[in-house]
């Protein structure tokens, strides 16, 4: 079991910037992956950007070069950059640990891009 918790989220601009952090209460070297997913309202929720234990990273294309997941494995913390944001942003993220076995989810914060 981990908890997860999830920060940073918030009302910004178009085209303003934030920072997601998510903090677990175990180390997140267990986890071979960790990832950030957004749901906004009446959509599914999708994979918006991935991290394995090795530090390659994976992105929607929606958010590529605008987005940077990453890691501190001594904060036990996955952050997410969020720059140049625009209103279809504009969702609930959420963080997720997976391992083989299980994924676990934290209760997500909002993020809410104004036009």
């Known amino acids: 079991q981990v908890q997860l918790v999830e920060s940073g989220g918030g009302l910004v601009q178009s085209g303003g910037s934030l920072r997601l952090s998510c903090a677990a209460s175990r180390s997140i070297s267990d986890f071979y992956i960790m990832g950030w997913y957004r749901q906004a309202p009446g959509k599914q929720r999708e994979l918006v950007a991935s991290?394995?234990?090795?530090?390659?990273?994976n992105y929607a294309d929606s958010v590529k070069g605008r987005f940077t997941i990453s890691r501190d494995n001594a904060k036990n913390t996955v952050y997410l950059q969020m720059n140049s944001l625009k209103p279809e942003d504009t969702a609930v993220y959420y963080c997720?640990?997976?391992?083989?076995?299980?994924?676990?989810w934290g209760q997500g914060t909002q993020v809410t891009v104004s036009s």
């Open positions: 997720c640990a997976h391992t083989i076995l299980n994924s676990y």
């Open positions: 991290i394995i234990s090795g530090g390659t990273t």
